[in-house]
């Protein structure tokens, strides 16, 4: 994991994010290690202030797989939200964790549980929820 933007975090998310941590599987602990790597180094903000620019839970994000040189579209929701979402990416898995609190035109270099390492790049946000003026969902 070489390249770690800067990451912006709601207080709410952050909240809800260390119980799915606290919370998580043995199946699940490799990415919940991660994620709470993620959140420590990352800055925790109110979500009124979350900058429009900012992936956060809920939003939906079009980003780049730059080592298969993919592009998808994803909505970033807590697990138990996965099968209400039709392009729903959980948290908890190695990407959906590797994609919050990035800004457009970041890219990290991540790597996944069976060792092999993924390079993303955030190139849009379609929805946001704090940019909608959504800050509890």
Do not use: C
């Amino acid at each position: 994991m070489s390249s770690r933007p800067i990451i912006t975090i709601n207080r709410l998310d952050a909240e809800r994010l260390q119980r799915l941590i606290d919370n998580a599987s043995d199946k699940d602990m490799p990415v919940a290690e991660a994620l709470e790597v993620e959140l420590e180094r990352g800055e925790v903000i109110e979500p009124q202030d979350i900058p429009e620019d900012v992936v956060s839970m809920n939003s939906q994000v079009q980003f780049t797989d730059l080592n298969r040189g993919k592009q998808l579209t994803r909505t970033l929701v807590y697990p138990h939200a996965l099968a209400g979402t039709e392009d729903g990416l959980s948290v908890m898995a190695p990407i959906g964790a590797a994609l919050l609190g990035l800004r457009i035109g970041d890219i990290i270099d991540w790597t996944l549980p069976d060792g092999h390492d993924t390079k993303l790049r955030i190139d849009a946000i379609l929805w946001q929820p704090e940019r909608a003026g959504q800050f509890h969902r």
